[in-house]
């Protein structure tokens, strides 16, 4: 066992942790020592959550030691890693929303609630930290309740506190006094984990960064050591540069073109000042990480969720506001990102989750069963969708057969505008192929596609243009020859946008 | 109740109660007198006892179909033993008999995980039959008057022992509920289920003793049946359920979990057995009663489930809108200006 081990507050040695045939984790080494904030970066699927999944003892590593303060110990359930003084504070916090703030921090102790009262008004004396015992949880912002959480670790004496995105949520202001709370809590020798997206956070509040990539980590060090572009080709996969890139389309005369979507100064609740068009034959990219509002700006534009202002546009034709059915009938449709909540009805067989979006041209009174099937064949055939038959229930199915099947519903209303939320995600790699023929058939068929992904090769090997989201709006649209690893990285991170203001 | 926030609902509740009896005495005098006032609330004791147990379940955030018919064969097997002439171990029996409902339910929604309305419900119509194979489908008549005349002892005159001591239990399971350690579990399962695990929490454990409870109380509601009413037919306790929930209910508990007290109950069961009452004294045909128990329990679940609904939508809303960069204050060169 190295020194290092003996020195730090937490290490952890060669973690490995697969879930059925898919590694998450391939050998993860991290130390983190007294009063360090260790800022852990990585993409959607990096393998951060499992990692600290396993910290909290909800997962169990295949291989790999984990120490605290140079012990060895074995996490094997949520109450122990408490008792070893780690506490993760989670993206949305999990408190009891009907109890008041001094219930909520002692809830779950055994000592008696005088004595912890006493306890709790001593440390947020000693942090001079004010929040109102009384109020009621739901009453709290996320800031707030992030507090309370904190207050919570804290009053079990945590020595590890694990922050997941603390920020994602937060206002400007919040942000600030969450700072200033993870310096106090820095001071006082308590080590971070502070996970996040943004990468101008970690040269403002960490010590130490680690950046984790297909469950490896890249680049790990004392935060002065790099600078934001560093990061950013640490997120970058090691062959981005050498790579090539399948061959591209030519790029699209636009001149002549008329627009199928436009969208001015769109705002709704998660995004605001997006503008953009999309024309016929074309694949126009979303770029973003989870949380940048790309989702919300997709399930507004189909009249799920509320405009605030701004306009949408089908072929010229203001459809700003209107309910879901009208917007398909004027030819939008959506495949949603989250196949099992949203997308698949799972226990009817594939014929009825095809003609789901479609049941009012299928015959009036009665279902007209013949065209059912007709849709159905038509679709299994097209895109080589592995059934047993019509009849197969749907859950049944593998993820990339069961997006096909969806993809065919979002089309048998004929779309003129098809948006794509993370079409290939939870996808094999020989239906992800699959599922991108289908794509460009599409687009050669002269339907507009708007694909949202966080998956930058994807963007990269589909679009023709692309624009990434940063917070909820629009930082920087790219055209054909723009679109690489390194400028979508740099702009879903949020890098570009500083380096315009500089 | 549009003060939900401000007031606990368990005021609210009293209010209403008091301004039924207002408004009900405007109509007819006699009903506004202090005998009569007494009269209900004595009356209320067996819901108040059922209503009791029932919380904790609703508060764990689970609900109890089947209290109308475990209350229905304990009164029978206390029945039989009293009429024979064991009244002590007819109550034993009895109890024992509830609280064995308490933990079939209980394990049946915890470790196998079948939803609480559809285990209750089974359990509800298992009851039920053995109810008439116990009784053969006959009355239970011939109730000794000495176990009949514990029904209307009287505490201080006013209040019968049985309500008297309904009260004190209430005030007791209110400290425990909201005092001990313990205790406070059950709303914080309710509450958050995951959060509660978290924590470390026993939530299967919490939600086995709520369904105990809950069936030893329904039991004892089945000991004072026997008592008051003096017979018992094979469908006793039956259409309880309903009335107990819209207790619970009307008093301020939340069908998600999480949110009132047995003081709520209490008053909810007051207010239950008034109505009945009411609607002699208003004249009306007592058929109505289910009808109008069913009315407040639909609007006033309705009513909360809109507040519940706007109030998460208005926080997601928030939370999405916070997350929207406002260009001009956050660059990093502002906040290092700032700092």
């Known amino acids: 066992m190295s020194d290092k081990v003996h020195e730090s507050m937490l290490s952890v040695r060669n973690i490995f ?39 909290m003892g909800i997962y169990q590593p295949d291989a790999g030691e984990i120490y605290i303060a140079g012990n060895q110990v074995k996490l094997s359930k ?49 942090l001079d930290w004010r929040i109102d015992l009384s109020r009621k949880a739901e009453s709290l912002s996320i800031a707030e309740q992030q507090l309370v959480e904190l207050l919570r670790g804290l009053m079990r004496n945590s020595r590890i506190l694990i922050l997941d995105e603390p920020t994602s949520s937060l206002t400007f202001n919040e942000v600030k006094s969450l700072f200033r709370i993870v310096e106090d809590l820095k001071k006082k020798g308590i080590s971070i984990i502070y996970i996040t997206h943004r990468l101008s956070e970690v040269f403002m ?40 890139l399948k061959q591209k389309a030519e790029a699209i005369d636009y001149s002549n073109a008329e627009p199928v979507l436009t969208v001015d100064k769109l705002c709704g609740h998660g995004f605001c000042d997006v503008s953009f068009s999309v024309f016929p034959g074309e694949i126009l990219g ?24 701004g306009n949408v546009f089908i072929n010229g034709r203001n459809i700003t506001g209107q309910s879901t059915r009208k917007v398909m009938d004027n030819g939008i449709s959506y495949v949603p990102e989250d196949r099992f909540l949203n997308g698949i009805f799972k226990i009817s067989d594939v014929a009825a989750n095809s003609s789901a979006s479609n049941l009012n041209n299928m015959g009036h009174l009665f279902m007209n069963f013949n065209q059912e099937r007709e849709l159905t064949d038509h679709y299994v055939n097209a895109f080589r969708t592995k059934v047993t038959g019509r009849s197969q229930e749907m859950g049944s199915l593998s993820g990339g057969n069961q997006q096909k099947v969806v993809i065919g519903r979002a089309l048998a209303i004929k779309p003129k505008l098809l948006i794509l939320d993370e079409p290939t995600r939870g996808i094999d790699a020989a239906a992800r192929g699959d599922v991108y023929d ?13 694909l949202i992904s966080s998956d930058m090769e994807e963007i990269i090997e589909l679009s023709d243009r692309a624009m990434s989201m940063y917070c909820g709006r629009i930082n920087k649209k790219f055209s054909k020859n723009e679109i690489t690893q390194d400028s979508l990285m740099t702009a879903a991170f949020g890098v570009a946008e500083e380096a315009s203001n500089a | 109740m549009l003060k939900k926030h401000s007031l606990p609902r368990a005021t609210t509740s009293f209010v209403f109660l008091i301004l039924l009896f207002i408004g009900v005495g405007l109509i007819n005098s006699s009903f506004l007198t202090l005998q009569n006032i007494m009269l209900n609330l004595n ?66 929604v915890t470790v ?70 313990t205790g406070r579990y059950f709303k914080a399962v309710g509450d958050n289920p995951n959060g509660a695990n978290l924590l470390g929490i026993p939530v299967v454990g919490t939600k086995i003793v709520a369904f105990v409870l809950c069936g030893l109380f329904a039991s004892i509601g089945g000991i004072m049946y026997v008592s008051r009413v003096g017979f018992i037919t094979p469908i006793a306790g039956n259409g309880y359920e309903m009335k107990v929930i819209a207790a619970c209910v009307l008093g301020g508990i939340s069908l998600t979990g999480g949110v009132g007290s047995v003081i709520g109950a209490t008053i909810g069961a007051a207010i239950m057995a008034s109505i009945s009452r009411a609607l002699v004294f208003l004249g009306f045909p007592s058929d109505y009663d289910n009808t109008i128990t069913g009315i407040l329990l639909i609007v006033v679940v309705v009513f909360d489930s809109v507040l519940q ?31």
């Open chain 2, 309 to 339: 609904i706007t109030s998460a939508e208005k926080v997601r809303r928030q939370r999405l809108s916070a997350k929207i960069v406002h260009a001009e204050i956050s660059t990093p060169e502002a906040v290092e200006n700032e700092k």
């Open chain 1, 205 to 244: 509040i960490a010590t130490d960064v680690a950046i984790m990539r297909d469950g490896v980590i890249t680049l790990n060090g004392p935060v002065e050591q790099f600078t934001e572009d560093m990061l950013v080709k640490g997120l970058l996969p090691e062959n981005a540069k050498s790579k090539k």
């Open chain 1, 286 to 309: 979303l770029a973003g990480v989870v949380g940048a509002g790309r989702t919300e700006l997709a399930t507004t534009i189909i009249g799920r969720d509320e405009v605030l202002s």
């Open chain 1, 78 to 126: 949520p109450s122990i890693s408490l008792s070893q003084g780690i506490y993760l504070v989670p993206q949305e916090p999990m408190l009891f929303p009907n109890m008041t703030v001094e219930d909520n921090v002692i809830m779950g102790f055994k000592e008696n609630p005088k004595q912890l009262r006493k306890r709790l008004l001593e440390l947020m004396e000693q």
């Open chain 1, 438 to 450: 289908i794509i460009q058939g599409l687009k050669a068929k002269g339907l507009a596609i708007l």
């Open chain 2, 43 to 108: 009356s209320s004791v067996i819901y108040t006892v059922v209503a009791i147990g029932i919380a904790f379940v609703i508060i764990t955030g689970e609900i109890d179909v089947s209290v109308g018919a475990t209350l229905g064969i304990s009164a029978a097997i206390c029945g039989t033993m009293v009429r024979d002439g064991n009244p002590v171990q007819g109550i034993i029996i009895a109890l024992l008999v509830g609280l064995f409902i308490g933990l079939f339910n209980g394990f049946g």
């Open chain 1, 17 to 55: 942790k697969a879930f059925t045939a898919n590694i998450v984790l391939k050998g993860i080494d991290l130390d983190l020592q007294a009063g360090e904030v260790l800022a852990l970066i990585g993409g959607n699927g990096a393998g951060k959550s499992t990692l600290m999944k396993i910290l």
């Open chain 2, 112 to 181: 196998l995980r079948i939803p609480s309305i559809i285990m209750t419900l089974g359990a509800n119509g298992i009851i039920r039959g053995m109810i008439y194979v116990y009784t053969n489908g006959k009355w239970i008549e011939n109730i000794p008057l000495e176990f009949k005349a514990l029904a209307q002892a009287k505490f201080l005159g006013i209040f019968t022992w049985f309500y008297f001591a309904t009260l004190v239990a209430m005030v007791l399971i209110y400290l425990y509920m909201t005092r001990t350690r």
